[in-house]
């Protein structure tokens, strides 16, 4: 029996070991996430901050769909090493899963920029749905500080505002239509130098050299590929995304990459929608298949 091991339980992950499953009965299919919990919807977790949105509608899977598919899904396990001579992966805890086949789907997450002070308390990252759920618990009583430049960032600056009755500093890389704005929320477009504060943070010095006074920083910008595990493989990567040619092949053989994590090389700059992703995790299922039925016929 093969053995195909995703890491990344993201909308690419999730729906490729679905789809891997419907080609065939007889793989080994496992899915892992660093997370504890089943696929959610991301483009919920700003309604979910606002509080139109519940916790438990934001899942898009039931707790049973990898049981009743005969996936074996690992949560709460975080990769460390994948050694491709070997075919293992070693997560960062113990234990590790051996595979014929590998698929990258971990995604991209939003980084903490290198500046003093950001490592305070009252500085989120905004990536999980433990993330948002840790600011939601925070108290906030006072002005917060949202950094990014999309549409995101501004829905979650109105939804911060709408919800604790604050007014909210939007640092932004680039102005929005005033139309699109609220009374509470001004747009900065200047950059953060420095978070102030005596353990926890108190203000944001800005590019400007002004001091603003907040109680919380909000990140939502400068993403970086969650690939840290292949650094000491010869995994091909550029623009800090891994490189897949015809088929979603990497260079490495029997290794795949799926999802915003990977690129062609003539289109690094691409951004992947959800549907994009989707129809990406589809037709990598049917690669696989195929490849692994072809693998059998040599074999008899």
Request: glycine residues 6%; aromatic residues 6%.
């Amino acid at each position: 029996m093969k053995k195909i091991v995703i890491i990344g339980a993201s909308v690419a992950g999730h729906n490729l070991a679905l789809n891997l499953r419907q080609k065939d009965k007889d793989f080994s299919i496992s899915l892992i996430s660093d997370e504890n919990c089943l696929l959610y919807d991301k483009n919920k977790l700003i309604d979910f901050v606002s509080g139109r949105v519940k916790e438990n509608d934001l899942f898009l899977a039931g707790a049973d769909v990898y049981q009743n598919n005969n996936i074996n899904f690992v949560s709460g396990k975080k990769v460390n090493v994948v050694n491709t001579d070997r075919k293992q992966v070693y997560f960062k805890e113990k234990g590790s899963v051996e595979y014929d086949f590998l698929v990258i789907a971990s995604g991209r997450r939003v980084v903490l920029p290198e500046i003093p002070g950001a490592k305070k308390d009252g500085v989120f990252v905004l990536n999980t749905l433990e993330d948002y759920k840790k600011f939601i618990n925070s108290i906030i009583r006072e002005t917060v500080c949202v950094v990014g430049s999309d549409e995101r960032a501004l829905n979650l600056a109105k939804a911060i505002n709408a919800k604790s009755k604050v007014e909210v500093k939007l640092i932004s890389q680039k102005s929005f239509d005033a139309s699109l704005l609220v009374e509470g929320i001004e747009v900065i477009n200047l950059t953060v130098k420095e978070i102030i504060g005596e353990g926890c943070v108190q203000a944001v010095k800005l590019s400007d050299g002004r001091a603003i006074g907040v109680c919380a920083v909000l990140f939502l910008e400068s993403l970086k590929s969650n690939i840290e595990f292949m650094k000491n493989t010869a995994l091909e990567i550029s623009a800090d995304k891994i490189i897949v040619g015809d088929n979603f092949r990497t260079n490495i053989e029997n290794v795949f990459a799926c999802g915003t994590v990977c690129a062609r090389k003539d289109n690094l700059e691409i951004v992947k929608c959800i549907d994009e992703v989707i129809n990406e995790s589809l037709s990598l299922s049917g690669i696989i298949a195929e490849q692994v039925k072809g693998e059998k016929c040599q074999t008899c």
